[in-house]
């Protein structure tokens, strides 16, 4: 009996590979405090205030001038 016993390494699926993953890499990620995710989300609000009023008049302009060449009026 000088036969070696081959150890079966058991491989582990893709499921449980990827949720390691993900746990290692959360830990690494800088979370921001409470004030910053305040301010950050303060800051994002505004963005896309600023930004819907921008996209809002270049809409109404857009359609002024589709009416002014279509039908002759700006309405």
């Known amino acids: 009996m ?3 016993e081959k150890k079966v390494k058991k ?3 893709a ?7 993900t746990t290692g890499e ?7 405090t409470w004030p910053e995710a305040k301010r950050l ?3 994002v609000l505004l963005v896309m205030l600023i930004m ?3 996209l ?3 809409d109404y302009l857009a359609h002024g001038l589709m009416n002014l060449v279509l039908f002759g009026s700006w309405s």
């Open 56 to 58: 809002a008049g270049i």
């Open 41 to 43: 989300t303060g800051l």
């Open 52 to 54: 819907g009023i921008f």
């Open 26 to 32: 959360l830990r690494k990620v800088n979370w921001p």
């Open 11 to 13: 491989t582990e699926n």
């Open 15 to 21: 499921i449980q590979r990827y949720f390691r993953e």
């Open 2 to 4: 000088a036969e070696k």
